[in-house]
T-cell receptor, first 115, second 118 residues
Framework: AQSVTQLDSQVPVFEEAPVELRCNYSSSVSVYLFWYVQYPNQGLQLLLKYLSGSTLVKGINGFEAEFNKSQTSFHLRKPSVHISDTAEYFCAVSDSGGSNYKLTFGKGTLLTVNP | DAEITQSPRHKITETGRQVTLACHQTWNHNNMFWYRQDLGHGLRLIHYSYGVQDTNKGEVSDGYSVSRSNTEDLPLTLESAASSQTSVYFC?????????????????FGEGSWLTVV
């Protein structure tokens, strides 16, 4: 079985500052990794995903993430955040085996961008 | 546009009552999921289905049931609502595997149903 740990429950930053949201995973098999964003009172929206190939993945809204197999990490980054990026961010994992149809989520990181 | 809709969006019910949350998707997706979201726990999988007449238990299935009689719908039933089931419930769907063998495949989420059990 796989699991996901999001190391920070809350991350406050100022507008136009860079941000990194950390995610580590645990699995006995190869994994596929995802970041979702949830704006207040809304459902989850896919930001980006790593399936294979280049370890640097670019997503929507200027976000990117890097898959690091040796450190079992998939940290999300943005070089300059906006007020509108305030949301909760979830890291999720799907394994390469028979459970490849569903996701296991981390507990989420609340990103608050202050003016 | 194809979409996934949940109803009701907000509901208050009493302890012990049976409650059903509806989920309807128009993508013709085979896979459907119910998650609950709680502060400090993120999203946890309640039940899921890979097709008509198929249902499976997730990690927090006690007190919940689902049935899949057609492709479009996966209603979630709380047999006897408890205060511990106060939560936000999300339905989701996908067409197949999440890996590169079906590139572009992803899980889509509904807007959520806020359930309060008093």
């Amino acid at each position: 079985a796989q699991s996901v740990t999001q190391l920070d429950s809350q991350v406050p930053v100022f507008e136009e500052a860079p941000v990194e949201l950390r995610c580590n995973y645990s699995s006995s098999v190869s994994v596929y990794l995802f970041w979702y964003v949830q704006y207040p009172n809304q459902g989850l929206q896919l930001l980006l995903k790593y399936l294979s190939g280049s370890t640097l993945v670019k997503g929507i809204n200027g976000f990117e993430a890097e898959f690091n197999k040796s450190q079992t990490s998939f940290h999300l980054r943005k070089p300059s955040v906006h007020i509108s990026d305030t949301a909760e961010y979830f890291c999720a994992v799907s394994d390469s085996g028979g459970s490849n149809y569903k996701l296991t989520f981390g507990k989420g990181t609340l990103l608050t961008v202050n003016p | 546009d194809a979409e996934i809709t949940q109803s009701p969006r907000h509901k208050i019910t009493e302890t012990g009552r049976q409650v059903t949350l509806a989920c309807h998707q128009t993508w013709n997706h085979n896979n459907m999921f119910w998650y609950r979201q709680d502060l400090g726990h993120g999203l946890r999988l309640i039940h899921y289905s890979y097709g008509v007449q198929d249902t499976n238990k997730g990690e927090v299935s006690d007190g919940y049931s689902v049935s899949r009689s057609n492709t479009e719908d996966l209603p979630l039933t709380l047999e006897s609502a408890a205060s511990s089931q106060t939560s936000v419930y999300f339905c989701a769907s996908s067409s197949g595997r999440l890996d590169g063998r079906s590139s572009g495949n992803t899980i889509y989420f509904g807007e959520g149903s806020w359930l309060t059990v008093v």
